[in-house]
């Protein structure tokens, strides 16, 4: 399996999941509770825009590799 | 003479039969089954069509062979349709193929199940080799014809779901003539990038002729050396072609592989929403438990003690100064009463004295008379004495 970059939704999402099970764990302090839910909201907004603006991007390509295979 | 007549030349009595041959046989239709097919590197295929008596040599030149849409498998029963030539330096006489189909449905049927045994023996179809379909893939590459009602599917499916994604196309033919080459060429062209997460390679339905170029042992290869997983989607669910098998993972149709290939956006808004909601409600229930953690550990029993302490200090204050009073006035009065008596007997003391001494005290109406001039004659007189009084 290679490793790949994973796109900065997925991990926003993945960072929104870490943050909901430490609030539910309830083992940290307020004020670090505070900074984490003001972080979750933050990602939650900017997932939520992102994807609500997304459109679907379509690429061709080309039979370049008619050459490029060849060579 | 006539011997002479009928003495030829290795070369005339070959280009007689020759001519005769190619003559009579100009334009037929042969069936039979191959064996012993070779692919040349030059792209012109040779093979033996046989049956149970015969046998006879087939060549199928490359531009033609292009139009067969399946690859010719040893044992699989053709029609072959060319004519006959004959080879003057080898002496021999030869099919040449213009146009080859497989002698029924059946026969493409065998050609599948031989594949796919040969194939799975190799291992092709193992599930060690099947990769993992990422959950949000940022780059989708699609193989199949662009201008295809499956891509347009797809297309939609996609921009419903996971508008995120970017489709790569690259665009193949999908069936008939090439198409299987096309196919390969086009996964491997994807797979020369690497900015694709998985890639898609299907049509839509059709007939198993249609289908074919998906049973070819060429795309079956593509697939298996794909770096990137692989969702085939060829056809309709009940369409399973050889590249089902050695794919990562299987859809039954085109559009049921772009689901499998993206989260659904509206999942992910539920997702993100109940974060929201929940956070919010979290938060809350974090800042009212603390609040509740102050007051009870302020109400606690470690946080009243001091106060405690003070208080018991206090009553014990109280009760002192309580007892200390108690005691002095009780004090107090008994000095008092002892004072008052013996002050009224130290008065009385003094005047017994005096009287004892001889004196006597004069008394009209019950005041003491001490001076002469207060004296009134009329008056009845007491005298108090030591020992008694008299009234005169």
Same mark, same amino acid.
């Given at each position: 399996?290679?490793?790949?970059?994973?796109?900065?939704?997925?991990?926003?999402?993945?960072?929104?999941?870490?943050?909901?099970?430490?609030?539910?764990?309830?083992?940290?302090?307020?004020?670090?509770?505070?900074?984490?839910?003001?972080?979750?909201?933050?990602?939650?907004?900017?997932?939520?825009?992102?994807?609500?603006?997304?459109?679907?991007?379509?690429?061709?390509?080309?039979?370049?590799?008619?050459?490029?295979?060849?060579? | 003479?006539?011997?002479?007549?009928?003495?030829?030349?290795?070369?005339?009595?070959?280009?007689?039969?020759?001519?005769?041959?190619?003559?009579?046989?100009?334009?037929?239709?042969?069936?039979?089954?191959?064996?012993?097919?070779?692919?040349?590197?030059?792209?012109?295929w040779y093979f033996t069509l046989k049956d149970a008596n015969a046998q006879i040599s087939c060549t199928?030149?490359?531009?033609?062979?292009?139009?067969?849409?399946?690859? $010719?498998?040893?044992?699989?029963?053709?029609?072959?349709?060319?004519?006959?030539?004959?080879? $003057?330096?080898?002496?021999?006489?030869?099919?040449?193929?213009?146009?080859?189909? $497989?002698?029924?449905?059946?026969?493409?049927?065998?050609?599948?199940?031989?594949?796919?045994?040969?194939?799975?023996?190799?291992?092709?179809?193992?599930?060690?080799?099947?990769?993992?379909?990422?959950?949000?893939?940022?780059?989708?590459?699609?193989?199949?014809?662009?201008?295809?009602?499956?891509?347009?599917?797809?297309?939609?499916?996609?921009?419903?779901?996971?508008?995120?994604?970017?489709?790569?196309?690259?665009?193949?033919?999908?069936?008939?003539?090439?198409?299987?080459?096309?196919?390969?060429?086009?996964?491997?062209?994807?797979?020369?990038?690497?900015?694709?997460?998985?890639?898609?390679?299907?049509?839509?339905?059709?007939? =198993?002729?249609?289908?074919?170029?998906?049973?070819?042992?060429?795309?079956?290869?593509?697939?298996?050396?794909?770096?990137?997983?692989?969702?085939?989607?060829?056809?309709?669910?009940?369409?399973?072609?050889?590249?089902?098998?050695?794919?990562? =993972?299987?859809?039954?149709?085109?559009?049921?592989?772009?689901?499998?290939?993206?989260?659904?956006?509206?999942?992910?808004?539920?997702?993100?929403?109940?974060?929201?909601?929940?956070?919010?409600?979290?938060?809350?229930?974090?800042?009212?438990?603390?609040?509740?953690?102050?007051?009870?550990?302020?109400?606690?029993?470690?946080?009243?003690? $001091?106060?405690?302490?003070?208080?018991?200090?206090?009553?014990?204050?109280?009760?002192?100064?309580?007892?200390?009073?108690?005691?002095?006035?009780?004090?107090?009065?008994?000095?008092?009463?002892? =004072?008052?008596?013996?002050?009224?007997?130290?008065?009385?003391?003094?005047?017994?004295?005096?009287?004892?001494?001889?004196?006597?005290?004069?008394?009209?109406?019950?005041?003491?008379?001490?001076?002469?001039?207060?004296?009134?004659?009329?008056?009845?007189?007491?005298?108090?004495?030591?020992?008694?009084?008299?009234?005169?």
């Amino acid at each position: 399996m290679r490793k790949k970059k994973e796109s900065s939704f997925e991990s926003s999402l993945q960072r929104l999941q870490q943050i909901s099970d430490l609030l539910e764990k309830g083992e940290i302090g307020l004020e670090d509770s505070i900074k984490l839910y003001e972080e979750g909201i933050n990602l939650a907004k900017n997932c939520y825009t992102t994807l609500k603006e997304a459109e679907l991007k379509v690429t061709e390509i080309k039979k370049q590799f008619e050459n490029g295979l060849k060579q | 003479m006539s011997q002479q007549e009928n003495l030829f030349s290795v070369s005339e009595l070959t280009g007689q039969i020759k001519s005769t041959l190619e003559e009579q046989f100009d334009d037929i239709s042969v069936i039979g089954e191959i064996s012993n097919f070779k692919s040349h590197i030059s792209g012109h295929w040779y093979f033996t069509l046989k049956d149970a008596n015969a046998q006879i040599s087939c060549t199928m030149w490359k531009g033609l062979n292009n139009y067969v849409f399946f690859t $010719p498998q040893d044992g699989i029963k053709v029609i072959v349709q060319g004519r006959i030539t004959v080879y $003057p330096p080898r002496g021999n006489y030869q099919i040449e193929v213009r146009s080859m189909k $497989p002698a029924g449905i059946g026969e493409l049927q065998a050609a599948f199940e031989k594949l796919k045994q040969k194939l799975s023996a190799e291992g092709l179809f193992d599930d060690k080799h099947k990769g993992p379909i990422p959950k949000f893939p940022m780059k989708i590459g699609v193989v199949t014809a662009i201008d295809g009602a499956a891509f347009q599917d797809m297309k939609n499916i996609a921009s419903r779901r996971y508008p995120l994604a970017e489709i790569i196309i690259a665009s193949c033919k999908v069936q008939g003539e090439g198409a299987a080459q096309e196919i390969s060429n086009s996964i491997k062209l994807l797979n020369e990038r690497n900015d694709i997460d998985v890639i898609i390679v299907g049509r839509g339905g059709g007939s =198993l002729e249609d289908l074919w170029a998906f049973n070819e042992e060429i795309v079956a290869r593509a697939i298996f050396n794909s770096r990137i997983p692989v969702i085939s989607a060829v056809g309709h669910e009940i369409d399973f072609t050889i590249a089902d098998f050695v794919a990562d =993972l299987r859809a039954p149709t085109p559009s049921a592989a772009m689901e499998l290939a993206t989260p659904n956006k509206d999942d992910l808004f539920a997702f993100i929403d109940e974060f929201s909601y929940y956070f919010t409600q979290k938060i809350s229930e974090i800042i009212s438990d603390s609040k509740d953690e102050v007051s009870r550990t302020i109400n606690s029993y470690g946080f009243r003690y $001091p106060f405690d302490l003070i208080k018991n200090e206090f009553q014990f204050l109280d009760n002192l100064i309580y007892r200390f009073q108690n005691f002095f006035d009780n004090r107090f009065s008994l000095y008092k009463n002892k =004072l008052a008596i013996t002050e009224s007997r130290l008065s009385s003391f003094d005047i017994n004295s005096t009287l004892k001494r001889g004196f006597v005290i004069i008394k009209q109406n019950d005041k003491i008379i001490p001076r002469l001039k207060n004296f009134d004659k009329a008056k009845l007189t007491e005298i108090k004495f030591y020992d008694g009084e008299i009234k005169l």
